[in-house]
T-cell receptor, first 116, second 111 residues
């Protein structure tokens, strides 16, 4: 299946600053997905990153707060802007493992963000 | 409303014992059901995926079952190991790439 390299793996940031998370995939994929996992919670989809067009955001998430770039079919970034302690979460990128057998979506290892 | 509910919320077992995790879903349309293992601080890793017509799927010591009529799935872990300690997440695909995530079962395997 696809291999995803996500970085940074963790960071501690001051409130009011921004952090950009990167995901690199070892193969070309049509869609990349960005998720947030708040402490003790399951994953929540933030947006779908489309190459060549603006990302599609889920209800409750806006581009000004979570701008996404998708310059090519193997790379995407998610920026968490003007951070507050409520943004402390694990952020994960994901791709659909098409044609790789029946193992569905592949996830990056996650970025553990703590905002102080 | 599309929902995936897992039970128990947490589970502690002794090393070597078996255990079964449950997943009930109300998702329509149903495309497939997946079980993921998520180690602390890591991303989820896929264990199994089953479509509507599949009743059981195994991956080593992990065996998943699916009853599409009752909309229930289970994940059975045989001869548990300390490394099985993790969160196990049931994910149902509603088609069109939309995934519905369960809250997860936190499994702790003790020596």
């Amino acid at each position: 299946s696809a291999v995803i390299s996500q970085k940074p793996s963790r960071d501690i940031c001051q409130r009011g600053t921004s952090l950009t998370i990167q995901c690199q995939v070892d193969s070309q994929v049509t869609m990349m997905f960005w998720y947030r996992q708040q402490p003790g919670q399951s994953l929540t989809l933030i947006a779908t990153a489309n190459q060549g067009s603006e990302a599609t955001y889920e209800s409750g998430f806006v581009i000004d707060k979570f701008p996404i770039s998708r310059p090519n079919l193997t790379f995407s970034t998610l920026t968490v802007s003007n951070m507050s302690p409520e943004d402390s979460s694990i952020y994960l990128c994901s791709v659909e493992a098409r044609g790789q057998g029946n193992y569905g979506y592949t996830f990056g290892s996650g970025t553990r963000l703590t905002v102080v | 409303k599309n929902q995936v509910e897992q039970s128990p919320q947490s589970l502690i077992i002794l090393e070597g014992k078996n255990c079964t995790l449950q997943c009930n879903y109300t998702v329509s349309p149903f495309s497939n059901l997946r079980w993921y293992k998520q180690d602390t601080g890591r991303g989820p890793v896929s264990l199994t995926i089953m479509t509507f017509s599949e009743n059981t799927k195994s991956n080593g010591r992990y065996t998943a079952t699916l009853d599409a009529d009752t909309k229930q799935s289970s994940l059975h872990i045989t001869a548990s190991q300390l490394s099985d300690s993790a969160s196990y997440i049931c994910v149902v695909s509603a088609g069109g790439g939309k995934l519905i995530f369960g809250q997860g079962t936190e499994l702790s395997v003790k020596p």
